[in-house]
């Protein structure tokens, strides 16, 4: 799939929907499951992941923290970030989509990553 630059949130909904479908990827793996299909807006981007608890505090785990896609729980997830919970060597989730590989490339987790350091454009 061709990068380009996500400016909206429906923007976001449908390249993680299509990146996953398009790699094979189940929806009945993740304990979430398509989670970026049915929230609304101020959900995603205000919200926690749904049933999914740091493993480390047993808090609910935030989806994202707008202007910081460094420290937000979908980019360390689809980066499989080390010495995180979604590091795939040690981390109690391992790196998302889960069951990958596939999984989402660089250029692909950039351009989430850009839509978060924006702001989250609506």
Not at 48 to 72: E, R, Y
Request: proline share 9%; net charge negative.
């Amino acid at each position: 799939m061709a990068i380009t630059k996500l400016n909206h949130y429906a923007e976001v909904q449908q390249f993680i929907a299509s990146i996953l479908t398009s790699n094979g990827q189940s929806w009945e793996g993740a304990p979430h499951k398509n989670f970026w299909e049915t929230l609304s807006y101020n959900d995603f981007v205000n919200g926690n992941v749904p049933h999914v608890k740091d493993p480390d505090t047993g808090s609910p785990m935030p989806i994202l923290i707008k202007g910081n896609s460094a420290q937000s729980n979908l980019i360390l997830a689809l980066r499989g970030a080390p010495g995180t919970a979604f590091d795939p060597g040690s981390g109690a989730i391992g790196q998302m989509p889960a069951n990958g590989p596939p999984f989402f490339t660089d250029d692909q987790i950039s351009s989430i990553a850009d839509w978060i350091d924006r702001g989250c454009p609506q």
